[in-house]
């Protein structure tokens, strides 16, 4: 038995989370009522995230309770809205994975971003973020700080179910 579980502020990992048990039949949980201890009946756990600021959502779970039982396989899709890079995986594994997940796939998505339907919040953090990176030097600036400043004041979505055909390859193996 297999179980999607997902935490979405703005929706695009809901969608992916939804198109992936729906085609490998799986349990679709929320990652805000998953209880740790309901994780243990699963031979095969799938864990999607937005990403905010190089964190993936709601991840803590993962480092609190996995391996939850004795040979239970784990993958992380994390969902973002800079296209993927060596750098930026290597800097998301290095700041979200525990040293017992090593052996977890990370899949990286491209969600959606909408200037327009942010809170205020992350409007305002957003902005923040614009300006220190206003200040670096050009060649300072890593590929998805650009990237991710490309895509200023947009609306742009790049949901797809067919970005998820890694991720069905990995589950039905
Ligand atoms: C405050 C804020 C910080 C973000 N930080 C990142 C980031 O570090 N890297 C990235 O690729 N996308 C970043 N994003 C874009 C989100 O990851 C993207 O919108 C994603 O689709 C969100 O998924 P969700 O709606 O399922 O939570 C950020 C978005 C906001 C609002």
Avoid: H
């Avoid at 996995?66 to 899709?77: I, K, S």
């Avoid at 525990?98 to 052996?103: D, G, L, S």
Wanted: net charge positive.
């Amino acid at each position: 038995m297999t179980a999607v579980i997902y935490k979405s502020k703005y929706g695009s990992t809901k969608r992916y989370a939804e198109w992936l048990a729906e085609a490998l039949g799986a349990d679709l949980l929320v990652r805000e009522s998953v209880r740790a201890e309901r994780l243990r009946q699963y031979d095969t756990l799938i864990y999607g995230g937005g990403i905010y600021a190089g964190g993936i959502a709601g991840i803590s779970l993962l480092k609190n309770c996995f391996p939850a039982a004795e040979g239970q396989r784990l993958a992380v899709f994390a969902v973002g809205a800079a296209p993927e890079t060596p750098e930026s995986r290597k800097a998301l594994l290095s700041k979200n994975f525990t040293p017992a997940m090593a052996e977890a796939p990370l899949f990286m998505l491209r969600g959606a971003m909408d200037f327009g339907k942010m809170t205020l919040k992350d409007r305002m953090m957003m902005n923040l973020m614009k300006k220190m990176l206003d200040k670096k030097p050009e060649e300072e600036r890593e590929e998805w700080e650009k990237n991710l400043m490309s895509l200023w004041g947009r609306a742009s979505d790049w949901c797809d179910p067919a970005n998820l055909q890694p991720i069905l390859n990995w589950a039905e193996n």
